[in-house]
């Protein structure tokens, strides 16, 4: 059993990804949802991570806001993939469970010095700015978390908000710099494999076919998502990034990938929140990251489809 701290810009991926965990107590008992800036403003995000928790049926879940910007930057949104809302495509009545008074970074530095060191695992699914916020604030947090797992970056994928970074990194680089330096074991799911994560029109059906709330939710959700990449790219399926980082708890043996460095460039206005990642190892720099660069795309949607029916 994983005790995990969800840290979330939701976003519809993000919201996948938040189904999928709350389905599968066995594996993985959530401590708390932290939202953060990114797909949308916090003000949104913070009230998406609810109605998802309500949605599940799971309003006892602990939702505390974080950082409404980046360390150092302008906040840059993604309202043209996700929607006004961030979470458009099903209409889901404004929650009722409340939001928690502390604030997300102080949640994560309580928790952790709570915790036995090494039983907490960070699951981040957006921009990284509560993360790295915490680890600046309070660094003997730092040895204490057991792993991060991250939606985050790219490498033979390259970039999807400009032509070298991904929106998460990119957001927050500075944030992603700490995260990645910080000598925490990291995972991370790059581009590389969650552009393999594609909900096909058959995927989708079986989503709506689970019949319950939750299932045609999560049909709604991809079908607006999907409207992005299809106009966009011409491509046939929404990628299901962040549900890739909640999978990867339940699931590894879905995912392979390489032990490697990864530096992110924080300087450079060309290609600012590049992951240089060092896959075929030529830098000779220590391996900070297990960056993955493959799934099993059946094996992973017959797992969330199973979970999402047990909502
Ligand atoms: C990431 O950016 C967001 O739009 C998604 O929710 C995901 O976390 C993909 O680049
Ligand atoms: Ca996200």
Redesign the pocket.
Known sequence: LRHIIIDT??????AMAILLALASPEEIEILGITAVA??VPLALTQVNARKVCELAGKPDVKVYAGCDRPLDRTLVT?EH??GKSGLDGPDLPDPVMPLQEAHAVDFIIDTLRAANSGTVTLCA??PLTNLALAFRKAPDIIPRVQEIVI??GAYFEVG??TPTA???IYVDPHAADIVFKSGIPLVVMP?DV?HKALVTAARNDAFRALGNPVGVAAAQMTDFFERYDREKYGSSGA?L??PCVTAYLIAPELFTGRHINVEIETMSELTLGMTVADWWGVTGRAPNALFMGDLDADGFFALLTDRLARL
């Open positions: 810009d939701p976003g519809q991926d993000d990114g797909n993604a993939v996700h699914l957006g939606m985050g999807n908000v991904e929106f998460n581009l969650t990628p990034h962040d």
